[in-house]
């Protein structure tokens, strides 16, 4: 799978996860403080979900700008690229 066809099966994932959320929040219906929590956690995740496919979307759509940055994290200095980014944090947590 490349990365072009990849980045819409994303977007439509982030979508399907906010139903799902939503669904999994109305099972807890029958405590109302519960409900109250867990239906306005699901409201904030649908928004963070919706937002970025809005935005990121037609981005990509217009300028194909998330695929390039895909290719140059996968591509061959992808490795390389992430060790040097990740390095300093990770030696720390070891320390």
Not at 55 to 77: K, S, Y
């Given at each position: ?47 963070f ?9 037609p981005?990509?759509?217009?300028t ?7 290719n ?24």
């Amino acid at each position: 799978l490349d990365v072009g066809s990849a980045i819409p099966i994303i977007m439509g994932s982030n979508i399907g996860t906010s139903v799902t959320n939503t669904i999994v929040a109305l099972m807890q219906a029958g405590e109302r403080e519960e409900f109250k929590r867990a239906f306005a956690g699901a409201t904030v995740h649908d928004c963070f979900n919706w937002l970025s496919v809005l935005v990121l979307l037609p981005l990509e759509a217009v300028t194909g700008v998330m695929r390039l940055i895909f290719n140059i994290v996968t591509g061959e200095d992808g490795p390389e690229l992430l060790k040097v980014i990740t390095e300093p944090l990770t030696k720390r947590i070891i320390q």
